[in-house]
Structures are given as structure tokens and as C-alpha cells.
């Protein structure tokens, strides 16, 4: 099982970005799926997560502003990043819950905040 993430890059303040989760080697439609990020110096935290029934939990520094979803059919998560500041600025990784099996991470995407 592999995920990989897409989409980061650099965003002014107030801007939007996508990022895009690929997985492969299972379907993902009965997992949980989970975005997190980390900035240098600190752990990793997650931020959202969406279930396979479609429950989906966000972090308060980022609800409101992030949207997660996820497309079965593509074996696909996004998560749509709105309003961005520079605090946003971090590494971006998905993962799939295997429950019994642990986490499956993916590389991480940058993404960086910044006028």
C-alpha cells in the first residue's frame, strides 16, 4: 500500500491550494483517511480526517478554512486549503488508517506561505 501526496507550493496570504492523496494498492474506500503536517522543530499533527462512512474531523487551527473529501472512485483524498497564512507553512502528509496494520504514509508535499 502506498500514498502519494500532490499539489503543494507557494501561496501568498489569503490564497488557496488543493493538495491531492493518491493511494495504491488497496481501496480506499473502507479505511479512514488523515491529513497532517509538520514544521521544523516540531511533531507532526494531524489536521483533518474524513472516515469511510464520511465522518470527518478538523483541527481548530485550521476548521473553517479546510475542506476534506474524498473521491473512491479515484482512491483519491483532497484536502482544499483556504485563506492561508503564514502560519500554514509546513510539510503536508496523508496517510491511510489500516487500522490493525498501522498507518501508510506518504513522501509530504510542501507547502510554503509567504508574500
Known amino acids: 500500500v502506498q500514498v502519494v501526496e500532490s499539489g503543494g507550493g507557494l501561496v501568498q496570504p489569503g490564497g488557496s491550494l488543493r493538495l491531492s492523496c493518491k493511494a495504491s494498492?488497496?481501496?480506499?474506500?473502507?479505511?479512514?483517511m488523515r491529513w497532517h503536517r509538520q514544521t521544523p522543530g516540531q511533531r507532526r499533527g494531524q489536521i483533518a480526517s474524513i472516515s469511510s462512512i464520511g465522518n470527518i474531523n478538523y483541527s481548530d487551527s485550521v476548521k473553517g478554512r479546510f475542506t476534506i473529501s474524498r473521491d473512491n472512485a479515484k482512491n483519491t483524498v483532497y484536502l482544499e486549503m483556504n485563506a492561508l497564512k503564514p502560519e500554514d507553512t509546513a510539510v503536508y502528509y496523508c496517510?491511510?488508517?489500516?487500522?490493525?496494520?498501522?498507518?501508510?504514509w506518504g513522501q509530504g508535499t510542501q507547502v510554503t506561505v509567504s508574500s
Open positions: 494498492g488497496t481501496d480506499i474506500s473502507i479505511y479512514t
Open positions: 496517510s491511510i488508517d489500516l487500522r490493525s496494520s498501522g498507518q501508510r
